[in-house]
Nanobody, 113 residues
């Protein structure tokens, strides 16, 4: 089973950008379909972006055109480039395989002026 560690979150003003990273270890990262999920206070965890092992991507309507998911199999790392951030993007962001395995700690993203 793959172990995942998220990083790159922080506090950013509306309209700003962040890049999240997901470092994988313990298994062959390249064989997995992967996704970025987020959970806002009082809401259910949702899938916001996914990438297949072949590199095909898909996005939730709420982030389409603003977020970009990518992966570097040589570095066992997945990324989420987040641009034009909005206060409603505030959440804890998690990465996971698809189908999901164990959850990591996540990384907090706060969009506020």
């Amino acid at each position: 089973q793959v172990q995942l560690v998220e990083s790159g979150g922080g506090l950013v003003q509306p309209g700003g950008s962040l890049r999240l990273s997901c470092a994988a270890s313990g298994s062959i990262f390249s064989i997995y379909h992967m996704g970025w999920y987020r959970q806002a206070p009082g809401k259910e965890r949702e899938l916001v972006a996914s990438i297949t092992r072949g590199g095909s991507t898909n996005y939730a309507d709420s982030v389409k055109g603003r977020f970009t998911i990518s992966r570097d199999n040589t570095k066992n790392t997945m990324y989420l480039q987040m641009n034009s951030l909005k206060p409603e993007d505030t959440a804890v962001y998690y990465c996971n395989t698809i189908p999901r395995g164990a959850w990591g700690q996540g990384t907090q993203v706060t969009v506020s002026s």
